[in-house]
């Protein structure tokens, strides 16, 4: 199984701060990769899909980047409604794995 | 589009359960289906996927030959069979549905049911 390499674990920031996660794969999986934000008690919402392309109805603070093995998700100017956790996604092939998880905090 | 999640509980190890998906809001039968399970406190498992016509379905290495992934495209509805559960097993369990090959070209998890929670234990 591919596996995903997420970091940092988690990160503290102001608000209007420039923030990055990065995603690190075991192996070539393209652009095929999406990143989640994940509020306690909610399930997973999409944010970007296929590296960069940002999921309808999402703000464009958040964007990504990367193919191959390496992938970045940044949030442009850091917003308390952004506090959560994130997690990237490889869907390259099966077993579909995540990323172990970035938690965000203000 | 709304993905409803019935069928959680508490499970004895050895025991089974099973998990309902009710969609709403899309046409269901075009679109790939998948769970996906998280661990109280810790991050996220891709469990299994089933097919827009249920013909194909794949499954996590952790649950291949105990978990079938089903769906009725007459009633919009999507399970997760689960038999021979273990403590491991134990999580929030989310249906989701994937636009690949619909709405996109890539495959993603855009549409995420509410979580059912399953505690195996004696």
């Known amino acids: 199984a591919i596996q995903m390499t997420q970091s940092p674990s988690s990160l503290s920031a102001y608000v209007g701060d420039r923030v990055s996660i990065t995603c690190r794969a075991s192996q070539d999986i393209r652009n095929e990769l999406g990143w989640y934000q994940q509020k306690p008690g909610s399930a997973p919402k999409l944010l970007i899909y296929a590296a960069s392309t940002l999921q309808s109805g999402v703000p464009s603070r958040f964007s990504g980047s990367g193919s191959g093995t390496d992938f970045t998700l940044t949030i442009s100017s850091l917003q308390p409604a952004d506090i959560g956790t994130y997690y990237c996604?490889?869907?390259?092939?099966?077993?579909?794995?995540f990323g172990q998880g970035t938690k965000v905090e203000i | 589009v709304q993905l409803v999640q019935s069928g959680g509980g508490l499970v004895q190890p050895g025991g089974s359960l099973r998990l309902s998906c009710a969609a709403s809001g899309f046409t269901f039968r075009r679109f790939w289906m998948h769970w996906v399970r998280q661990v109280p406190g810790k991050g996220l498992l891709w469990v299994a996927r089933i097919s827009s016509d249920g013909s194909g379905t794949t499954y996590a290495d952790s649950v291949k030959g105990r978990f079938t992934i089903s769906r009725d495209n007459a009633r919009d509805t999507l399970f997760l069979q689960m038999n021979s559960l273990r403590a491991e097993d134990t999580g929030v369990y989310y249906c989701?549905?994937?636009?690949?090959?619909?709405?996109?070209?890539?495959?993603?998890?855009?549409?995420w049911g509410q979580g059912a929670r399953l505690t195996v234990s004696s």
């Open positions: 989701a549905r994937d636009p690949g090959g619909v709405l996109q070209f890539a495959d993603a998890l855009d549409y």
């Open positions: 996604l490889q869907e390259y092939n099966y077993p579909w794995t």
